[in-house]
């Protein structure tokens, strides 16, 4: 983990997201206060509906903020432009639930797709890509397409993809959902292994309590507002 000097992955404050507009205007995210230093691996709870994946696409960079701050590796989000924004994705991973593998390509295609907006050589491409399919156990199964692949392979390739690029932050929605527990905590063990290698910081939203050793620090959210574990250790434990 990095010297805490260091300026954080992720800083938010006083956050507040809403959905609709005019009468229709529901606000799902309530005075968000957080900050997450490079290097820390976070696991995020929490009932369905309570707003995780939400706060999770606006700090991926993958929708606009509406009220507060939301600094990302330095780079304040509030009013950023499209380019910024572009830029900022640039450095972060994405893995959800559904593994989002294209199903007419390889697990090495599949991954390749990953490195299209790098600047790297096809020679350094290939290498990376090959590493990383085999850092997750499929160096056997780089040429097989998703639907010869179970589950955790899946959500291997997943990893691998989200991982090519040398991302300096890593955010997963429910990557384990769909697995059974060996698997499921298998693909975090990786996820984590991986990560902690590059000096990657990982947010992962789970409901599942089998993985939450994990984490560095666990934190919690019902209805809009995030509660850090140290509030709710009886809840999540």
Known sequence: M?????????????????FGRGSLRKQVLYDINLQIDRGEIIIMTGPSGSGKTTLLTLMGSLRSLHEGSLNILGTELFDASK?????????????????????????????EMALEIQDVTAV????????????VGLEH???????????????????ARALVSQPKIILADEPTAALDKK????????????????????????HDNRILDLADRIIYMEDGYLVDRSDVAAIVQ
């Open 2 to 18: 990095m010297l805490n000097s260091a300026a954080p992955a992720i800083s938010i404050a006083q956050l507040n997201h809403y």
């Open 124 to 135: 350094e491409a290939d290498e990376r890509i090959r590493e990383m399919l085999a850092a």
């Open 183 to 206: 698997s499921g905590r298998d693909v975090v063990e990786i996820m984590e292994k991986l990560a902690r290698e590059q000096g990657c910081t990982i947010l992962l939203v789970t």
């Open 83 to 111: 380019e910024q924004m572009l830029l900022t994705r640039r450095n972060i991973g994405y893995i959800f639930q559904a593994h989002n593998l294209l199903g007419f390509l390889t697990a090495y295609q599949n991954v």
């Open 141 to 159: 199964r780089m040429d097989y397409y998703p639907s010869d692949l179970s589950g955790g392979q899946k959500q291997r390739v997943a990893i």
